[in-house]
């Protein structure tokens, strides 16, 4: 069982910045990929940007340019960098972990984002 849990979330003025950060319970070499989806109010999850084991990284078309997605194996983290926030970003974030041959999915609980216009 992997546990992921989140931080760096909070209230930030439209064109702010905030980091996210995921924490995994145990050695993230061995996930297939780990990455960061949302959901707003009314909205179902959408991807916002993943890394796989083999770097590709994918960014969902809203974010380009703006966020980035970094992994760190020695502290097991995967982290959001946001920059240039939008009253659109407001959206619960949550950290995946899909791992195994059975790409079974983690989620951690999710941490709040709050981009006020």
């Known amino acids: 069982q992997v546990q992921l849990a989140e931080s760096g979330g909070g209230l930030v003025q439209a064109g702010g910045s905030l980091r996210l950060s995921c924490t995994a319970s145990g050695s993230i070499r061995r996930f297939n990929s780990m990455g960061w989806y949302r959901q707003a109010p009314g909205k179902q999850r959408e991807l916002v940007a993943l890394?796989?084991?083999?770097?590709?990284?994918t960014y969902a078309d809203s974010v380009k340019g703006r966020f980035t997605i970094s992994r760190a194996y020695r502290q097991n983290t995967v982290d959001l960098q946001m920059n240039s926030l939008e009253s659109e970003d407001t959206a619960v974030y949550y950290c995946?972990?899909?791992?195994?041959?059975?790409?079974?999915?983690?989620w951690g609980q999710g941490t709040q984002v709050t981009v006020s216009s």
């Open positions: 890394i796989t084991s083999g770097d590709r990284i």
């Open positions: 995946n972990a899909n791992i195994g041959v059975g790409s079974i999915d983690y």
